[in-house]
């Protein structure tokens, strides 16, 4: 018999055998078989979400000993050490102390300063052309003999750089060698830190503008690689190479683009030290016209701002909030950067970030463009290399301040006045903060384009989740589920959205919820902040506590009574005794009026717990003075949702 005869037989013989089996059960109804085949939507909560559904943690502002001034207070950690130890793994700091996050971070953004970047480096190894200058000289010699001399040869080269009189033979600036090397050593640490998927080492740097002590500094964040940024070096403040004024960054920003198809977007910071100028109404300190094309320029180049750090949290300002009893908190407002100028209260309107939004809204109606519709961040500004916003675990601004049994007593400047003495305390340094990122996936593209479209969050320190959504209809039954991402995305914006033209006789309505971090305290409450102009266009503003933990009730002032305090001074302990693990609401503004611009964001206040100058009393065993708080209110502020008639 051939094979074909045979796979014939086989083939007939399988066929009989499955027919009679077949047969052996009733033919199955055409009903029964429906389930085989539904026409329905799939089971699975979790299938086809195209939204964010993660959270990444990290910091936009780091800085290294490629600093000038980092390397002037004896940072000597590099840009890669400062990639490994956010990835998680545990380095000897620039004091030879071991250090290691509790929890690695997912991105990092090592922004040293683009003036003079490198300098340090070169000089303390001995770079022949640094010591062939007899300045150059004299700095090494003073440094390398430290103590009182190397203090004084920091204050010298800092002075000089910030003055405009650095010695054009030690200079660092676009064009040079040296500069080259130190963005090449940069960019290439970035590249060989990402990790797709696992960890986010973007490229970038800091433009520091300082004209006479005024806080103008951004970080510049790069989506691309190496390929694109190597392209261009950095831009600086100093001329002829660069600029101290924002709208020439701005240019040079989309020369970048514009050269290389890459992708680029600015961060301001420390508004608190800008005397005012952080957010002009009318000119900018470099008298420029706030006209249309500043707004459109502004809002196209500046998608966020970074609303706290170790130099005082920029949230808000007790007297331009004065029934806002959470505002005073972490303030640093005595005057510019180098106290050269003290602070003014006409000052302030222009530098905190929930009057800044304010202003928005009013240049917004003007100009027909909002300049400062930005997302809110939290970053660390260390100078140390080492990215801590933890107060059990803080490395403080510069190695100059990293853990000591005095550094509570080392200002970071002082000035003698007709008034006394001014200064920015060495207690008073904040450990804070970091930026949340609600991303589909951990890569350069993916939460760049989430800072973009203002997905983000600041906070003080801990890693809370918070989801802040903003539409017409969201009601008690959306905070009954456990994805409230569902209804948040279904029928609303997430944070950094926008609403407008409201239907007829709705206000819009909030979906807002938090879940404490497992290893920091509980939740006392979530508030919704609101700014708005009010028939006159004047600006308003009102804070809802919207949620909080607990039987409490507001009393006859419409406040609702602290939650309490656990914590031990003596130990630096706290137990979550009081305060709520999660809280979520759906909250309808009672006061809306559909006629006039608005901007909503959310604060979530954890519960008090101890402060990083707590935990050193206790490990030191040091008595603190009376006037330097051990405790805190850790915080966390979306990124606003705006309405727009």
């Not at 831009?235 to 290389?260: A, C, F, M, N, V």
């Not at 929930?354 to 930005?374: A, C, D, I, S």
Request: glycine share 10%; aromatic share 12%.
């Amino acid at each position: 018999m051939s094979r074909y005869t045979t796979t014939l037989a086989a083939t007939a013989l399988s066929a009989l055998l499955v027919a009679t089996a077949y047969a052996q059960d009733p033919m199955p109804s055409a009903e029964s078989l429906q389930n085989a085949f539904p026409e329905r939507e799939n089971y699975s909560p979790y299938a086809n979400r195209n939204f964010p559904t993660q959270v990444f943690w990290g910091d936009t502002h780091l800085h290294t000993g490629m600093s000038l001034d980092a390397g002037a207070f004896g940072a000597t950690l590099t840009p890669d050490d400062a990639y490994r130890f956010a990835r998680g793994m545990e380095v000897v700091s620039s004091t030879g102390q071991r250090v290691k996050l509790s929890r690695p971070l997912d991105f990092l953004v090592v922004a040293d300063h683009s003036d003079n970047m490198g300098f340090f480096p070169r000089l303390m190894s001995g770079e022949p052309s640094m010591l062939a200058d007899p300045t150059g000289r004299r700095w090494y010699d003073m440094v390398r003999k430290g103590g009182k001399d190397g203090v004084a040869a920091a204050v010298e080269i800092i002075q000089a750089l910030t003055a405009d009189e650095f010695p054009p033979a030690l200079a660092m600036f676009p064009g040079s060698d040296g500069y080259r090397s130190a963005w090449d050593l940069t960019i290439k640490a970035a590249e060989d830190n990402y990790l797709p998927g696992h960890f986010t080492a973007f490229i970038g740097y800091e433009w520091t503008s300082t004209e006479k002590g005024i806080n103008l500094h951004r970080v510049v964040v790069y989506r691309d690689d190496a390929t694109k940024a190597s392209v261009m070096e950095p831009y600086t403040t100093l001329s002829p190479y660069g600029s101290p004024d924002p709208r020439e960054l701005w240019k040079w920003l989309q020369d970048y683009e514009d050269k290389t198809g890459g992708r680029l977007l600015a961060i301001a910071h420390n508004g608190n030290m800008s005397n005012g100028h952080m957010f002009p109404q009318s000119r900018t300190y470099f008298d420029g016209r706030v006209n249309r094309s500043y707004a459109e320029t502004r809002a196209r180049w500046e998608p966020l701002y970074e609303a706290t750090q170790i130099k005082g949290d920029g949230e808000a300002h007790p007297y331009l909030s004065p029934n806002d009893e959470f505002a005073d908190y972490e303030t640093w407002d005595q005057g510019n950067l180098d106290l050269t100028e003290l602070k003014t209260d006409a000052m302030l309107v222009g530098e905190y970030a929930r009057t800044g939004l304010q202003v928005g809204l009013e240049l917004g109606e003007k100009l027909g463009v909002n300049p400062y519709k930005f997302g809110l961040i939290g970053a660390t500004d260390s100078h140390t290399g080492l990215a801590t916003a933890e107060e059990e675990n803080f490395f403080g601004k510069h190695s100059g301040a990293e853990p000591s049994a005095d550094r509570v007593h080392h200002p970071m400047a002082r000035i003698e006045t007709e008034d006394g003495i001014k200064e920015y305390t060495g207690w008073g340094m904040v450990a804070s903060g970091y930026q949340g990122v609600w991303a589909t996936e951990n890569t350069r593209e993916a939460l760049f384009d989430a800072m973009m479209r203002k997905e983000t969050y600041a906070t003080t320190g801990p890693r809370m989740l918070v989801r802040f959504f903003g539409g017409w209809d969201f009601s008690a039954a959306d905070t009954k589920g456990r994805l409230p991402a569902d209804a948040g995305y279904l029928k609303g914006v997430p944070m950094g959205g926008d609403l407008s033209t409201a239907p007829a006789g709705k206000a819009p309505s909030f979906l807002v919820a938090a879940l404490r971090d497992p290893m920091s305290g509980n939740l006392d409450r979530i508030q919704i902040v609101k700014g708005w102009l009010d028939e006159r266009g004047q600006r308003k503003e009102k804070v809802y506590d919207v949620v909080w933990s607990g039987a409490r009730q507001p009393g006859a002032d419409g406040k609702l009574p602290a939650v309490g305090n656990t914590v031990d001074i003596e130990t630096a302990t706290w137990t979550n005794t009081i305060g709520s693990s999660e809280l979520i609401t759906a909250w309808t503004d009672p006061d809306f009026d559909a006629d006039v611009p608005a901007v909503y964001y959310a604060r979530v206040l954890e519960i008090p717990t101890p402060r990083w100058t707590a935990y050193e009393a206790v490990r030191y065993g040091i008595e603190m003075p009376p006037e330097i708080p051990l405790t805190t209110q850790e915080r966390a502020y979306t990124s606003p949702i705006w309405y727009t008639p």
